[in-house]
């Protein structure tokens, strides 16, 4: 399964590279994820439950950055295995560019899938494996901006979460 998207994010480009590389910011964004450690040199561990069609099953596995060029572009390459379920594998090359609105991220996603997995054919895998990049890209830019700004221009109600930019610039 291939696909490809982009999407503009309202943050620089090494804001939203810095973002790409920080395990709680990778953690936020992968859907599922119940943990990720680890750092772009080493790479990273993650375990990640998730239900396709049928199928539910929690992944073990390995997530490594490589192709690294600062605040432009990197590829994201993981691999898990989920017991009986079956594994999945694939990788994401992605490239920022600045905008005047902050950074236009360009991503390529190919995933393959085996086991118990790949029975349930191709059709209902491509929908997951879109949704899931959707839903990872998504939360990375709810992570980097925060929650879409209420209409009337309210500020966010007590314990609501501000993003990963304003916490790291100290405005959270």
Not at 9 to 16: K, L, M, N, S
Not at 28 to 50: L, M, S, W
Request: glycine content about 14%; cysteine-free; proline content about 5%.
């Amino acid at each position: 399964m291939e696909m490809s998207d982009s999407r503009e994010i309202g943050a620089t480009p090494d804001v939203v590279y810095a973002a790409l590389l920080d395990p709680e910011v990778l953690k936020a964004a992968v859907p599922g994820a119940q943990e990720v450690e680890g750092n772009p040199t080493d790479g990273y561990t993650a375990t990640v439950t998730q239900k396709v069609g049928p199928v539910k099953a929690t992944f073990k596995g390995s997530v490594t950055m490589s192709d690294m060029v600062e605040n432009e572009k990197l590829t994201i390459s993981g691999e898990g295995k989920g017991g009986a379920a079956g594994f999945a594998k694939g990788g994401a090359s992605v490239t920022l560019t600045p905008t005047e609105a902050g950074t236009m991220l360009a991503y390529d996603v190919e995933a393959k899938v085996g086991g118990k997995l790949a029975q349930l054919g191709s059709r209902l895998i491509d929908g997951f494996a879109k949704k899931m990049a959707d839903q990872f890209f998504d939360n990375l830019q709810v992570a980097i901006e925060g929650p879409a700004e209420p209409e009337d221009g309210a500020e966010p109600a007590a314990g609501e979460k501000k993003g990963w930019l304003g916490k790291l610039t100290g405005r959270a």
